[in-house]
């Protein structure tokens, strides 16, 4: 059979149907200082004055915690293995090898100025599973595998979340080696330069569903008091890279009315993204991140900007809607102001619905456990997100403080991730089963 992701190839798998759950098993917690300790102690790598994590993939950072996370999974009993990309797969054996392992984890990589909690919870929580599992000696039915996905955040090398879109077979693994980060360096070469370049073909390695715990990244969770978010579905996506050519010339002799201005036109550009997405209501957000004066002086009218612009909808239709006012509204503004605009879609991921059965297993799990819950939407992009297009997947959402993340204020507290990972935990037993050791 054609792995998913080998280049092209779509093959879902099914998890099979959960074995009971013993009843002795029920009361187990995952060791919430042992978690935290670790969250901790990996913050270092990278660490910012501000209290923050600055571990932009394939960076030397990321090196360091990919060592710390392969000696502590190593020691945890597991193998660990690497793809071509980078991504690492922690296997924890299970009683029945013939079964496609149950995927758990997240990333280890961060934004620029970005937190301790992003990805991070739920790579540590899935391997503070692993641990627990282990001190209380349970073999699971099915094996296990610990994952950190390569370049979830997509700040360094576009797009967002490459590794797992590899695996799920949106990208040919030659396409992903080839992208360049703003230096020029490959995504090949910076494999290469931190030792993480693996012999295993991405997809190779076939996980029977994935399961992600992460910070919720939004205020919703807090703001109703509930500690557990089962998400059902999440966001779909589009990336841009949009350029304005206008005219530089001398800001002292150019006339207001003859000025082809690209920093003015952007400013329209700006706030008609904004408008916009106000104006497709609740369902659609807009967000220019990055924006560069090419030749920038203080005595020269701009003539030259680039830009990247984020649309996102839980609707495939809106993303469609917006797409479209987005093009009329910049052909127009680009005519009245004589600057060029233009708007390059570089990636498009449609919006996702989790695995109804898997999404089930995290309510169960939450309800269990006494947690209040509620089912949530994903406004960010996860791994999972591109998982759920090959084989089920599902997620659970903790809160953060003030729904801060994609910043190093990013907060969340050692309760609540606690009760995150023991969901997972409960989860897993409930998908992988536990071995009958009669
Ligand atoms: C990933 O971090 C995203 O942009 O949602
Ligand atoms: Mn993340
Ligand atoms: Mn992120």
Not at 156 to 166: E, K, V, Y
Not at 169 to 180: S, V
Not at 285 to 313: C, M, Y
């Amino acid at each position: 059979m054609t792995p998913p992701g080998a280049d092209g190839a779509r093959c879902p798998v099914h998890v099979e149907p959960p074995a009971p759950m013993t009843k002795s098993f029920s009361n187990l917690q995952i060791d919430s200082e042992r978690l935290w300790g670790t969250i901790h102690e990996t913050a270092r790598f990278g660490a910012t004055p501000k209290g923050g994590v600055r571990r932009l993939t394939l960076g030397p950072e990321d090196k360091q915690v990919r060592n710390w996370f392969r000696t502590a999974c190593e020691a945890a009993g597991c193998e660990v293995y690497v793809d071509a990309l980078g991504t690492m797969f922690a296997l924890r054996s299970g009683r029945d090898m013939t079964k496609p392992p149950l995927g758990i984890g997240s990333h280890l990589d961060t934004q620029p100025t970005g937190g301790k909690y992003d990805g991070v919870l739920g790579t540590l929580a899935a391997l503070e599973v692993v641990r627990t599992l282990n001190a209380a000696g349970i073999e699971t039915e099915i094996p296990l595998c610990v994952v950190n996905w390569t370049n979830e955040e997509g700040s360094r090398f576009a797009p967002a979340m490459m590794a797992s879109g590899t695996y799920a077979g949106d990208f040919t693994t030659e396409d992903i080696l080839a992208r360049k980060d703003a230096d020029g360096v490959t995504v090949a070469e910076a494999l290469e330069a931190i030792g993480y370049r693996g012999s295993e073909a991405v997809g190779a390695r076939r996980l029977g569903a994935f399961v992600e715990l992460h910070i919720e990244q939004g205020p919703i969770l807090e703001a109703e008091g509930k500690t557990i978010g089962v998400v059902h579905n999440g966001q779909g996506i589009i990336w841009y890279d949009g350029r304005l050519t206008g005219f530089a010339s001398h800001a002292g002799t150019t006339p207001m009315p003859l000025r082809r201005d690209a920093l003015a036109t952007f400013a329209e550009v700006v706030l008609a993204v904004e408008r916009i997405a106000r104006e497709l209501g609740p369902e659609a957000v807009g967000t220019i991140g990055e924006a560069t004066i090419e030749n920038a002086s203080r005595n020269v009218v701009p003539g030259d900007l680039t830009f990247t612009l984020d649309v996102r909808s839980a609707n495939a239709a809106t993303l469609d809607k917006f797409d479209i006012m987005l093009r009329k509204v910049f052909e127009e503004i680009a005519a009245r102001r004589k600057v060029a605009v233009e708007l390059n879609q570089v990636w498009r991921k449609e919006p996702t619905q989790f695995d109804a059965k898997l999404v089930d297993a995290v309510e169960a799990a939450a309800k269990e456990l006494g947690y209040g819950y509620r089912r949530i939407t994903s406004g960010a992009g996860h791994d999972a997100c591109n998982l759920a297009t090959v084989m089920p997947a599902a997620m659970i959402f903790v809160p953060c403080k003030d729904g801060v993340s994609h910043n190093e204020l990013e907060d969340a507290t050692q309760a609540d991730c606690a009760a995150g990972a023991n969901v997972l935990l409960h989860t897993v037993l409930a998908l992988a089963g536990v071995a009958d050791k009669g």
